[in-house]
């Protein structure tokens, strides 16, 4: 019971699942979330995120906002950020900002020497400070912006509380206050994997949407989005 209430809005991940969420291969996913242990000594073998939850079985799990974290560090690789920059980025933020999930935050901050951006109240870079062997500062906005556009914000803590993979009219969100983080209808907050996997087993759009009382479209685009995920490898 103790480790139910811990899990309780903050979302949970396999890596598989991750995988296919954000389009990151599961190996690195894993490094980047845990580290690799045979180097545990090197600075570079350390994990880029806090994970939040505790082990469950034999199998580590991921929370919501270690996910946001994962997917913006994915997409700073596909634009061959080196790790080790990013790696001193998240060391700043966490260290000199007591920033527990530096890449899952509205407010991005430098230490002079790395990134980053600072987010006014409506969504607009305030500034935006760089460092490094090359100019990053447009890489980094061309990320930051379009992504966190789909990311919902608390507004105390400027954390990630919600995130809209289509965007946010797309009808589709993950919300760890539901579903323990599963992608769900946005208007009718049904599972999308549950409907498309009804309809996996055989059964009709139209015939899971009168079961559930919901619009043949809603289904059809949970069953169109889990297929869209499924397609990613989880290497």
Partial sequence: MTQQLLLVGRGIYSFPRASQLTGIPTQNLRRWAMGRPSSANSASASPLVHMDLPQIGEEAALSFLNLVELKLLGEFRRL???LQYL?????????SYDFEHPLACKRLATDGQAIFAEVDESGEFACIEIAGRRPNHVVMEDVVRPFFQDIEFYHDSDLARRWFPLGPSGGIVLDPAQAFGEPILTEHGLPTDMLASLVAAGDSPTMVADWYEVPVEAVEKAVAFETSVARRVAA
């Fill in 80 to 82: 061959d950020l080196p």
């Fill in 87 to 95: 790696r001193r980025v998240v060391e700043v933020l966490r260290d």
